[in-house]
């Protein structure tokens, strides 16, 4: 069993920054492939970014340029760097990890508020 731990969320201007942390627990981490999620109200939840296990990246089209997933392995922790940040960011943003098999080794955080406005 995995636990994700995300910090980092609140209320930002537009064009802020924030930089959101998604801790896990257990001792292989580094196997895991990492996403963002993000969901707002009323819309269906979708993948802001991920970052296989080896390092590969992945962004939705609308924050390409702007956002950074990034991870420390050292740490069991993965990263969303979140630079130019708009009012359509404003979302609760979720950790996940999936390891093998995917249908057994799926995990989720509690997720954090992420907020952008004036």
């Known amino acids: 069993q995995v636990q994700l731990v995300e910090s980092g969320g609140g209320l930002v201007q537009p064009g802020g920054s924030l930089r959101l942390s998604c801790t896990a627990s257990g001792s292989i981490f580094r196997f895991y492939d990492m996403g963002w999620y993000r969901q707002a109200p009323g819309k269906q939840r979708e993948l802001v970014a991920s970052?296989?296990?080896?390092?590969?990246?992945k962004y939705v089209d609308s924050v390409k340029g702007r956002f950074t997933i990034s991870r420390d392995n050292a740490k069991n922790t993965v990263y969303l760097q979140m630079n130019s940040l708009k009012p359509e960011d404003t979302a609760v943003y979720s950790c996940n990890a999936v390891g093998f098999p995917p249908e057994i080794a799926d995990y989720w955080g509690q997720g954090t508020q992420v907020t952008v406005s004036s």
């Open positions: 970052i296989t296990s080896g390092g590969r990246t």
